[in-house]
């Protein structure tokens, strides 16, 4: 992307996220990637008044797994979190989600914005106020439930219990403090209790597993009993997903995350196809996708901290909140959360 227009969509999004002159906003990268993201940032920053400067840490000398969750960089470096604790908000070029660090940042009251999508993608999906209307109409209908249930045509009937862990929004930016959220995004979630999630899952062809960032190509059976995942079967689908897990050699990688659905109509379900390169973010926040997660609940505040993570995106599926049907088959039900061409 022209680098003039890329400077353009920053400065527009912290514009959203409320920048201000008065303010500090650091931009954290690592190593070689995304100069370009950083300098739009500074730049955009400089442009509405604000103090900002950029932290770049050492490239990663190595990871586990295809998606090192939770390893932020900033360990072993207490002076450098010191230093974002000390800023307004932090442009998260890196992926800070599920780190110590990231949480010790939110707490000073800092917020957090992660960017790492291709930058194509960051302008057709740039947030509005409209979305995060519906996306808060969403929380709030989620927020006080106390169960949820999915079902599809595939063979899926899994129930939550719900009220234990908070509800999560994400709508592309963050403008009060100690907020995190992830440019683009527009979705919410929650967690069901730590053994409060039973029943069966059937993952379809055209689901999408992440962080491997593919379509589902075969059935995959998932059988849960009290918040774990106790067997899966299948074909070649179903043995990678074993595999994956297995090789962190960690039983809470069977643990059932977070859990929730899209509300985006602009994020196409194909975008896989389009961006591979990126996080799959489009594919988290397609319009009435149902979301649910596999490993780490510690963004919650649950125990379990494994690296091992999957967040799968389904389509067609039905939820309820309390018997109340939500989202019918891909579609949902609650005008307020529809795009006005849809209500």
Not at 50 to 57: C, D, G, I, N, S
Request: charged residues 20%; hydrophobic residues 40%; glycine residues 10%.
């Amino acid at each position: 992307m022209d680098q003039n227009l890329f400077n353009s969509i920053c400065l527009e999004q912290l514009r959203l996220s409320g920048v201000h002159e008065g303010e500090t906003v650091a931009v954290l990268s690592r190593g070689g990637e995304r100069p370009e993201y950083a300098d739009a940032f500074l730049w955009a920053a400089q442009q509405l008044g604000a103090a900002t400067y950029h932290m770049r840490l050492p490239s990663p000398s190595s990871a586990k797994g295809a998606w090192a969750v939770g390893e932020s960089g900033l360990a072993d470096n207490p002076l450098a979190v010191e230093a974002l604790k000390a800023a307004d908000m932090v442009v998260d070029l890196t992926f800070l989600l599920f780190s110590k660090e990231q949480f010790a940042i939110q707490d000073a009251g800092t917020r957090i914005l992660t960017c790492v999508e291709p930058a194509p993608l960051l302008a057709r999906l740039m947030p509005t106020r409209e979305i995060r209307e519906r996306v808060e109409v969403a929380y709030e209908l989620l927020a006080k439930a106390k169960v949820m249930r999915i079902t599809s045509p595939g063979g899926t009937d899994v129930t939550y219990k719900l009220g234990v862990y908070p509800t999560m929004s994400e709508y592309g930016y963050t403008d009060t403090p100690g907020r995190w959220d992830h440019w683009p995004a527009a979705f919410v979630f929650t967690g069901g209790a730590d053994d409060g999630v039973d029943g069966q899952i059937v993952l379809s062809p055209g689901d999408v597993l992440l962080p491997f960032n593919t379509y589902v190509q075969t059935p995959v059976t998932l059988t849960i009993e009290a918040g774990f995942i106790r067997d899966i079967r299948g074909g070649l689908d179903a043995d990678l997903l074993k595999s994956y897990i297995e090789s962190f050699d960690d039983p809470r990688g069977y643990g059932m995350s977070h859990v929730g659905w899209g509300l985006d109509e602009r994020a196409h379900w194909h975008g896989l196809t389009q961006f591979p390169g990126g996080m799959g973010m489009e594919l988290r926040s397609f319009y009435g996708n149902v979301m649910f997660s596999i490993g780490p609940n510690n963004e919650l505040g649950g125990p379990n901290d494994t690296p091992c993570h999957f967040d799968i995106p389904m389509r067609g599926n039905s939820l309820y909140l309390d018997d109340e049907l939500i989202v019918d088959r891909g579609e949902l039900t609650v005008p307020e959360m529809r795009p006005v061409n849809r209500r």
